[in-house]
């Protein structure tokens, strides 16, 4: 396994939830930390949040007290658990690794669709 692999997205209604998986193999998730980026249409990719290779994490405003970043060591795993879900929430989630190391450049996942009705 090269990429990281993305599961989760789908269609929900305003204030439900979701949550995104994020697989790595071991040598990547070992060694570099992981964000969370999403693209609504016509705007750019941004990082809504991150998890370091130690665990500390970061959030944008939009989504702090929402969203939760998590992982599961023993599956390479990593989560974004979305709570309270609002239209403006839309996009395509993507998952990247992060880190200095060059091991950590240019890894993303494939992207998911998230929809967020009203």
């Known amino acids: 396994q090269v990429g990281l692999v993305e599961s989760g997205g789908g269609s929900v209604q305003a204030g439900g939830s979701l949550r995104l998986s994020c697989v790595a193999s071991?040598?990547?998730?070992?060694?570099?930390?992981m964000g969370w980026y999403r693209q609504a249409s016509g705007e750019e990719r941004k990082l809504v949040s991150s998890i370091s290779v130690d665990g500390n994490t970061n959030y944008v405003d939009a989504v702090k007290g929402r969203f939760t970043i998590s992982e599961e060591r023993t599956k390479n795993t990593r989560y974004l658990q979305m709570n309270n879900l609002q239209p403006a929430d839309t996009a395509v989630y993507y998952c990247?690794?992060?880190?200095?190391?060059?091991?950590?450049?240019?890894?993303w996942g494939q992207g998911t669709q998230v929809t967020v009705s009203s």
């Open positions: 990247a690794a992060l880190g200095i190391r060059p091991a950590c450049r240019d890894i």
């Open positions: 071991e040598y990547i998730f070992s060694r570099c930390g």
